[in-house]
Nanobody, 134 residues
Framework: QVQLVESGGGSVQAGGSLRLSCAAS????????WAWFRQAPGKEREGVAS????????YYGDSVKGRFTISQDNADKTLYLQMNSLKSEDTAMYYC???????????????????????????WGQGTQVTVSS
């Protein structure tokens, strides 16, 4: 079972930057889907960015396009989220997620990858808090 541990969260002023990391273990060659989600108090969890190591590219939520960048270290599968030009509305708990085909291999998920749906990821980290002050 894939294990994910996030780090790098903290407090930053608006306009600043943070880089989140997600250390992965117990993944397999089938673990090709990776993503970042976030959840602010009183709001639903939303997809921030995703990356597919089977060659299907990257996707971003509309609210972070042009400001956030998802990437992955191919050697150890550490997942990163570089966050620039942070805004107060980016304040949330950020979660790393992954899947090995258990959920994301369905046609429903494949056809909706651009939407970064949480139901298409079966493994989750505990989260790291990001607070942006204006």
């Amino acid at each position: 079972q894939v294990q994910l541990v996030e780090s790098g969260g903290g407090s930053v002023q608006a306009g600043g930057s943070l880089r989140l990391s997600c250390a992965a273990s117990r993944y397999t060659r089938s673990t090709n889907s990776w993503a970042w989600f976030r959840q602010a108090p009183g709001k639903e969890r939303e997809g921030v960015a995703s990356i597919y190591t089977d060659g299907h590219g990257t996707y971003y939520g509309d609210s972070v396009k042009g400001r956030f960048t998802i990437s992955q270290d191919n050697a150890d599968k550490t997942l990163y989220l570089q966050m620039n030009s942070l805004k107060s509305e980016d304040t949330a708990m950020y979660y790393c997620a992954a899947d090995d085909g258990s959920k994301d291999a369905s046609w429903y998920c494949i056809s909706r990858r651009a939407s970064i749906l949480q139901e298409c990821f079966g493994y989750w980290g505990q989260g790291t808090q990001v607070t942006v002050s204006s």
